[in-house]
């Protein structure tokens, strides 16, 4: 289920005791996003809108595009609360708070002077993709942030590290978030992230789904950093923006939320060791490797111009990240048999022909849509149903996100 906050509101679903009040935390000073028009020309022809002078309106809502999140708060408090749960397993997550608590990036996340003169000298096409992509980076992680911020402040009385943790997290995504904002200043634009907060359409996920779906996010999120970072260590000339320097220490970030969030599933074993556990794992394992698989798809340009191949480095994320979660997850996709990749190649191109149909002015565009619906549904099925692995040591330890591997 989809609302904006203002809907969600007039509802009743956000109650007075659940506001979204993180715009006021996270949204960056006025001079910290300040644009700079001497290099407006630069954007002239790239097809941003703005809402007013260097802000950007937002990109337009889609099945593929990152999405904010809104939940059962009181459910969650309910799953790690210590008076309902007194012999809950706080070891791991204590080990984590401890992690987070060292705040290992707390000074990694400072700019130089070659941000700005870097970003002047981006142009034509290779600008445009590379302002979508700081744009669909920064609504992501800011998501969290907002998603985080809440469940900390629900969670304080009931389960106060956990809480601790949630809040820690959002200290990562914020500034996270606030350095993808400040560097689309440097490309004279930046996202007014009050306005989002306040406007943007909220899903709705139930507690358990919320934590399968962010430890996928997190850990395929750690892959897709490191990989591009070590890709750019061997190919310098690749390197047209310093934001890529930052990655290696950045994706220890998500990898870190990711351990918490494994460590909430596995204080929680009912949500990893039932039949109905193994159903959601796999369900949400193909959620996300076929958004990612689909949305860099229509980007290939973006990863062209980093000097990366779009459907190999999609395909190492995914195997990577799939073998960092068969570690927890009682199932997961087969996904290192070729007939896996196979079916989402076929996906893609299904895709591209929706979207051109999409752009399409077409009186029957809309009819013309449904046969390639049908055969998407189709192979979303496929893969519903295709070759799975029953795996699941509920250990992480030395999982493949922490392998030294070369992409």
């Not at 290099?39 to 941003?48: K, R, S």
């Not at 000074?107 to 034509?124: C, I, L, M, P, Q």
């Not at 490797?289 to 395909?315: A, C, P, V, W």
Request: charged share 25%.
């Amino acid at each position: 289920m989809q609302t904006t906050l203002k809907q969600q509101r007039a509802c009743g679903r956000v109650s007075a005791r659940q506001p979204f009040r993180a715009a006021a935390v996270a949204r960056p000073r006025r001079s910290t996003v300040r644009v700079q028009a001497s290099a407006a020309p630069l954007n002239e022809g790239l097809g941003f809108e703005t809402m007013r002078d260097g802000i950007k309106v937002a990109a337009k809502e889609t099945l593929l595009t990152p999405r904010f999140y809104t939940t059962d708060f009181d459910e969650m408090e309910q799953l790690f609360s210590k008076e309902i749960n007194p012999n809950l397993d706080m070891a791991e997550l204590n080990a984590c708070l401890n992690e987070f608590r060292n705040d290992y990036n707390k000074v990694h996340f400072v700019r130089n002077e070659t941000f700005k003169a870097a970003a002047d000298k981006v142009s034509g096409e290779t600008r445009r993709i590379f302002i979508e992509f700081l744009e669909r980076s920064c609504t992501a992680e800011f998501s969290g942030f907002l998603l985080y911020k809440e469940l900390a402040r629900r969670m304080k009385a009931s389960s106060p590290e956990v809480a601790e943790m949630f809040l820690l997290m959002s200290r990562d995504e914020a500034r996270h978030a606030g350095f993808l904002n400040k560097a689309l200043s440097d490309f004279n634009l930046a996202l007014d992230l009050g306005f989002l907060t306040k406007n943007r359409t909220y899903t709705y996920f139930k507690p358990k789904f919320i934590i399968y779906a962010t430890f996928l996010s997190e850990k395929i999120g750690y892959w897709r950093y490191i990989t591009i970072y070590r890709h750019l260590q061997r190919n310098p000339d690749n390197q047209f923006y310093p934001l890529f320097e930052y990655f290696e220490n950045w994706c220890q970030d998500e990898n870190r939320h990711g351990d918490f969030l494994a460590a909430c599933l596995k204080a929680k074993p009912e949500l990893l060791n039932t039949f109905e556990a193994k159903l959601w794992s796999k369900f949400f394992c193909l959620s996300v490797y076929i958004t990612m698989y689909l949305n860099d798809h229509q980007r290939t340009k973006f990863y062209e111009s980093l000097g990366l191949n779009t459907r190999q480095f999609n395909q190492h994320v995914i195997i990577e990240t799939n073998r960092a979660t068969e570690r927890l997850f009682p199932v997961v996709p087969d996904v290192e048999d070729p007939r896996f990749f196979e079916i989402l190649n076929k996906m893609v191109d299904v895709n591209a022909k929706l979207v051109e149909l999409g752009n399409s002015s077409s009186p029957l565009a809309g009819l013309q849509k449904l046969p390639l619906l049908e055969r998407m549904a189709s192979y979303c099925l496929q893969l519903l149903f295709f070759k799975e692995k029953d795996v699941g040591s509920v250990d992480i330890a030395g999982s493949g996100a922490s392998r030294n591997l070369a992409f």
